[in-house]
Structures are given as structure tokens and as C-alpha cells.
């Protein structure tokens, strides 16, 4: 397996523009495709803007960032990625666009250039079945923010090459994130525990059991958890919590995994969460975190 | 707020000295009723209803059991409460406070006040089996333990994964390593018992703990 030193990030995003600072921090030259020219000069600005707070508080040295931004370049050209070594995908959660992206980047990339995706909910192995090259494709979740949270769930498809697995556990590695196996399970770890905890404490509320305001503060005084269902629920906004829950539950089926009513009234009377200012909890200040 | 306590004996939520018991008087408006016999305690009260509220440890069991219910009407100055605690773990500050549908107002403000006042944060709930808590987190651990057997990842990386990805300060693993198998099996069959929800079921590590133990 070659080394990997051109790491290219296909789609920008929030996650995209995320792991592609994650990759450029770790001293990778990172290309960030996108077919939206303002969706890369958004990226662009967010990048900066993070690393100029890197530098405030102490983290990272002025040389050091413009290093790395020089390091970090946008294109709206896919011909590009054939410098890349590994290619890690964060596009739209759709079979359809995936397969599409990874068909025209098997024709474009080395045959040594390792396939990843960043899909929370979409099985690894379809994924990989449309790449053209599933024996060297690997699943790459990170969490959201990317730039923050150094978890990354890693995960095999059927035919993944023992050799590609290994050696995107070694990238996983060199970016300075913190990878764990998990089977090519709907969901993986992370979303497979958390989708159907918080539709249980959505029941809860729906059953009558207790306030929003009373649940979170038992969960977070019990469980020491920093934050309690219905405020992490709105921090994710309905909307999205929906749309995960369906790809969740037409992926396994499980009661606990489908999306209570309670979601769509919410969704409907537009309490979608703290961006609009209201959601399980009422909020004054409709700005999210680090913006 | 002065307020008398009637200790029954092997009190869960209770089973050291604490402010809440060691700041009891001799007789009060309050009286607050802990260990495994309370409806003992409950029946040696007199003139019941002219206290402000009266506070009974529950454990699996719901309030309905000590009071009585009537047509989703019930509610009266007795309120029902458990401490927070996991298996063979130290309670936690959490007391979950039970209340019926016409709980009286100064009852229930009256116990949040006792509880608060001895450094206890209070969560309101009503009569439901498994209170907030046992009912959250049951499915989750049990949840855990099957998905160890069909190897999802290693024990080590679940624990990790909760941790690191929704800062959970210890994994469901490591969680119920620490606090008892059996105690969740104990838990999680009396809640499947009175939800008949499958995902209460013990999971099979639970259950091979609990004949073990």
C-alpha cells in the first residue's frame, strides 16, 4: 500500500468542510471537491475562520496555519482527485449520488487510491459495491463537528481487503483522530444506541411520563451526560432527526429506530429546535454552537 | 421545612447516614417514609390527611400500590419517590418524585422542597413503572449487551465510541460491569413484566449473571 500523503475530500458540506480541515491540520494536502462555487467559498471562510481561532487560543502557530491553508485547496474539478491517495466521500446520504461520485472516481484515481465514505446510515458494502474497487473501500465516520470530535467509527464491507482496512486505520491514525472497528451495521455504534435512545425519551414525553425539562435533568443528574435528550434533540433540529430515523428504521426495521408522531406535529408547528428558536425547549438565542 | 422521617429498614435510596435523614425532626408537616416496608410505615401515620405531604420510597412498584387508584382521578397529599441509583453503585443526587393526576399542589411542592434542601436535585414524573430513568436507559443497556453478542465491536470500542462520540462518562459496558449484571436483570424483567415491551426483555448476558449470582 503506498503512502498517503494526497488526501481528497468529495463534497463540502458541513461534514466535508470539516474532515478536510481534520486533513490539512494533520499536515495532508487536502483537495476539497464540490460542484457549488459557493459552497467552497463558504468552506473556504469556515476554515479560515477556525484556524484563526486555533491560533488565538494557542493551538496552532500563524506559520503553521498558513501552511496549512496553503495545503488546503478547493476545486470544482473532479479530474483533480487523481493526485489524491485516498479519497474520502461526504456527499448527500443517497445510494444513487454515491455510486454515481465513486464510478467517476475509479476512472479518474490511481488504482492504489484507497475509497472511503463518511455515510452514518447507508450500508459500506453497497456503497462499495458501485466503486468499482470494494476490495479497497472502507467506511470512515466521523461526528459532527468533525474538527472537534476525534472519533471516528471505521467499518469493513464484505469484500474490503484486510490490507485497505489496515491501511486506512493507519490514516485514521495520522490525522490525529481516534478510530473504532464496528461492523457494516445500519447506524454503526454511534447512531445505532443514540436514534433509538431519543425517540425513547421522545415516547416518554408523548406517554406522559414526564416534562422535557424533568427528563433531561434526571438523565444528565443519573448519568452524569452532559447534555440530556431533548436538548441534544434540539440542537440536531426535527427535520434532521427525522430523516435519520427513516434511513435508521427502513434499514432495520426496529420499533425503537422509528420516528415517533410527536416529531412530525413538532416538525409541522415548525418547533423544529434552537434554530427556530423553539423545539422541546423554548430558546431566546437561535444561534448554534461555534457560530 | 420540618419534616419527620419513618425509617423501615434496607432503605435503597437511603442506605447511609445523609442530610435528608439526619435533618429530620421529631414530628413535622413532611413525613417522609424510606425502607422495604413502607406501606407499614404509611399505615402507622395518624391523621394522614392533615399532613402537608406524605413521602414514600417506592421501588419497582408504582405509588398506585400504596394509595389506591380510581378512574385516573387519584391523587392525594402522598407522593412517592426513589433515589437514583444503579445496582451495587452509590444513589446519585437525582430523586425522581412521583405524583398522581390530582396530586395535591402543596404536597408536591412541599417534598421537591425537602428533597432540594438536603442537596437532592428533584425531577417530577408521574406513576409510571420504570419513572424516567430505569425507563430511558433499560432498552439502551440491554441494547448494548446484545449487540456485544452479535459483534458489533469489541466491548471496548462501544465504550469507547459513547464516550468519545456523545461524551458519556463511561460506556454501557463498562457501566454495568461496574454497577451488576444481575441488578439490571432485576430492573429490566420487573419493567418488561409491567410494559410487556420486548425491549425491556433481559438481555442474555444479564440474565447468565443473574443465575450466577
Same mark, same amino acid.
Given at each position: 500500500?503506498?503512502?498517503?500523503?494526497?488526501?481528497?475530500?468529495?463534497?463540502?458540506?458541513?461534514?466535508?468542510?470539516?474532515?478536510?480541515?481534520?486533513?490539512?491540520?494533520?499536515?495532508? /494536502?487536502?483537495?476539497?471537491?464540490?460542484?457549488?462555487?459557493?459552497?467552497?467559498?463558504?468552506?473556504?471562510?469556515?476554515?479560515?475562520?477556525?484556524?484563526?481561532?486555533?491560533?488565538?487560543?494557542?493551538?496552532?502557530?500563524?506559520?503553521?496555519?498558513?501552511?496549512?491553508?496553503?495545503?488546503?485547496?478547493?476545486?470544482?474539478?473532479?479530474?483533480?482527485?487523481?493526485?489524491?491517495?485516498?479519497?474520502?466521500?461526504?456527499?448527500?446520504?443517497?445510494?444513487?449520488?454515491?455510486?454515481?461520485?465513486?464510478?467517476?472516481?475509479?476512472?479518474?484515481?490511481?488504482?492504489?487510491?484507497?475509497?472511503?465514505?463518511?455515510?452514518?446510515?447507508?450500508?459500506?458494502?453497497?456503497?462499495?459495491?458501485?466503486?468499482?474497487?470494494?476490495? /479497497?473501500?472502507?467506511?470512515?465516520?466521523?461526528?459532527?463537528?468533525?474538527?472537534?470530535?476525534?472519533?471516528?467509527?471505521?467499518?469493513?464491507?464484505?469484500?474490503?481487503?484486510?490490507?485497505?482496512?489496515?491501511?486506512?486505520?493507519?490514516?485514521?491514525?495520522?490525522?490525529?483522530?481516534?478510530?473504532?472497528?464496528?461492523?457494516?451495521?445500519?447506524?454503526?455504534?454511534?447512531?445505532?444506541?443514540?436514534?433509538?435512545?431519543?425517540?425513547?425519551?421522545?415516547?416518554?414525553?408523548?406517554?406522559?411520563?414526564?416534562?422535557?425539562?424533568?427528563?433531561?435533568?434526571?438523565?444528565?443528574?443519573?448519568?452524569?451526560?452532559?447534555?440530556?435528550?431533548?436538548?441534544?434533540?434540539?440542537?440536531?433540529?426535527?427535520?434532521?432527526?427525522?430523516?435519520?430515523?427513516?434511513?435508521?428504521?427502513?434499514?432495520?426495521?426496529?420499533? /425503537?429506530?422509528?420516528?415517533?408522531?410527536?416529531? /412530525?406535529?413538532?416538525?409541522?408547528?415548525?418547533?423544529?429546535?434552537?434554530?427556530?428558536?423553539?423545539?422541546?425547549?423554548?430558546?431566546?438565542?437561535?444561534?448554534?454552537?461555534?457560530? | 421545612?420540618?419534616?419527620?422521617?419513618?425509617?423501615?429498614?434496607?432503605?435503597?435510596?437511603?442506605?447511609?447516614?445523609?442530610?435528608?435523614?439526619?435533618?429530620?425532626?421529631?414530628? @413535622?408537616?413532611?413525613?417522609?417514609? !424510606?425502607?422495604?416496608?413502607?406501606?407499614?410505615?404509611?399505615?402507622? !401515620?395518624?391523621?394522614?390527611?392533615?399532613?402537608?405531604? !406524605?413521602?414514600?420510597?417506592?421501588?419497582?412498584?408504582?405509588?398506585?400500590?400504596?394509595?389506591?387508584?380510581?378512574? @385516573?382521578?387519584?391523587?392525594?397529599?402522598?407522593?412517592?419517590?426513589?433515589?437514583?441509583?444503579?445496582?451495587?453503585?452509590?444513589?446519585?443526587?437525582?430523586?425522581?418524585?412521583?405524583?398522581?393526576?390530582?396530586?395535591?399542589?402543596?404536597?408536591?411542592?412541599?417534598?421537591?422542597?425537602?428533597?432540594?434542601?438536603?442537596?437532592?436535585?428533584?425531577?417530577?414524573?408521574?406513576?409510571?413503572? @420504570?419513572?424516567?430513568?430505569?425507563?430511558?436507559?433499560?432498552?439502551?443497556?440491554?441494547?448494548?449487551?446484545?449487540?456485544?453478542?452479535?459483534?458489533?465491536?469489541?466491548?471496548?470500542?462501544?465504550?469507547?465510541?459513547?464516550?468519545? @462520540?456523545?461524551?458519556?462518562?463511561?460506556?454501557? !459496558?463498562?457501566?454495568?460491569?461496574?454497577?451488576?449484571?444481575?441488578?439490571?436483570?432485576?430492573?429490566?424483567?420487573?419493567?418488561?413484566?409491567?410494559?410487556?415491551?420486548?425491549?425491556?426483555?433481559?438481555?442474555?448476558?444479564?440474565?447468565?449473571?443473574?443465575?450466577?449470582?
Amino acid at each position: 500500500m503506498a503512502d498517503i500523503r494526497t488526501v481528497g475530500v468529495a463534497g463540502c458540506g458541513t461534514m466535508g468542510a470539516g474532515i478536510a480541515i481534520v486533513a490539512a491540520r494533520a499536515g495532508f /494536502r487536502t483537495l476539497v471537491y464540490d460542484t457549488r462555487a459557493e459552497a467552497l467559498a463558504k468552506a473556504r471562510k469556515q476554515s479560515e475562520a477556525f484556524f484563526a481561532k486555533s491560533v488565538e487560543r494557542g493551538k496552532l502557530k500563524p506559520e503553521q496555519v498558513s501552511a496549512i491553508l496553503a495545503n488546503l485547496v478547493g476545486t470544482s474539478k473532479l479530474g483533480d482527485f487523481k493526485a489524491c491517495d485516498v479519497v474520502i466521500e461526504a456527499v448527500f446520504e443517497d445510494l444513487k449520488v454515491k455510486h454515481a461520485l465513486f464510478a467517476q472516481l475509479d476512472k479518474i484515481c490511481p488504482a492504489h487510491t484507497l475509497f472511503a465514505s463518511n455515510t452514518s446510515t447507508i450500508s459500506i458494502t453497497e456503497i462499495a459495491g458501485g466503486s468499482g474497487r470494494d476490495d /479497497r473501500f472502507v467506511g470512515m465516520h466521523f461526528c459532527l463537528p468533525a474538527q472537534l470530535m476525534k472519533l471516528v467509527e471505521m467499518s469493513p464491507g464484505l469484500n474490503t481487503s484486510e490490507a485497505s482496512f489496515q491501511a486506512a486505520w493507519a490514516f485514521c491514525q495520522a490525522l490525529g483522530q481516534h478510530p473504532v472497528k464496528t461492523k457494516d451495521s445500519p447506524g454503526f455504534i454511534l447512531n445505532y444506541f443514540l436514534i433509538p435512545f431519543n425517540n425513547d425519551a421522545i415516547r416518554l414525553v408523548e406517554a406522559g411520563v414526564a416534562e422535557p425539562a424533568e427528563i433531561d435533568k434526571a438523565i444528565k443528574d443519573a448519568m452524569g451526560y452532559a447534555m440530556g435528550p431533548f436538548e441534544l434533540l434540539d440542537l440536531v433540529g426535527m427535520d434532521t432527526h427525522l430523516l435519520v430515523c427513516e434511513a435508521m428504521h427502513g434499514a432495520t426495521h426496529e420499533p /425503537r429506530a422509528a420516528c415517533p408522531p410527536l416529531v /412530525r406535529r413538532m416538525i409541522a408547528a415548525g418547533h423544529l429546535g434552537k434554530k427556530t428558536g423553539r423545539g422541546f425547549h423554548v430558546y431566546k438565542d437561535s444561534k448554534i454552537f461555534g457560530a | 421545612m420540618p419534616y419527620s422521617l419513618i425509617d423501615t429498614g434496607k432503605s435503597r435510596s437511603f442506605p447511609a447516614a445523609h442530610a435528608l435523614t439526619q435533618g429530620a425532626a421529631a414530628a @413535622g408537616d413532611v413525613v417522609v417514609v !424510606i425502607g422495604t416496608d413502607v406501606a407499614r410505615g404509611l399505615a402507622g !401515620i395518624q391523621e394522614r390527611e392533615k399532613k402537608t405531604a !406524605i413521602v414514600v420510597e417506592l421501588g419497582t412498584e408504582c405509588l398506585g400500590v400504596h394509595t389506591g387508584e380510581s378512574r @385516573g382521578t387519584e391523587g392525594s397529599n402522598v407522593l412517592g419517590f426513589a433515589r437514583f441509583r444503579l445496582g451495587a453503585a452509590e444513589p446519585t443526587k437525582l430523586v425522581e418524585l412521583v405524583r398522581q393526576p390530582n396530586t395535591d399542589a402543596a404536597a408536591l411542592a412541599a417534598a421537591k422542597k425537602v428533597f432540594e434542601d438536603a442537596g437532592l436535585t428533584v425531577a417530577v414524573c408521574n406513576d409510571l413503572p @420504570g419513572r424516567i430513568v430505569d425507563r430511558l436507559i433499560r432498552p439502551y443497556l440491554n441494547a448494548a449487551l446484545r449487540r456485544l453478542d452479535e459483534g458489533l465491536a469489541s466491548a471496548d470500542d462501544m465504550d469507547t465510541t459513547l464516550k468519545l @462520540g456523545l461524551g458519556y462518562p463511561e460506556g454501557p !459496558i463498562a457501566l454495568l460491569e461496574r454497577t451488576g449484571l444481575a441488578a439490571h436483570f432485576d430492573v429490566a424483567q420487573a419493567l418488561y413484566e409491567a410494559l410487556g415491551d420486548a425491549a425491556y426483555a433481559p438481555a442474555r448476558r444479564a440474565r447468565v449473571a443473574k443465575l450466577r449470582a
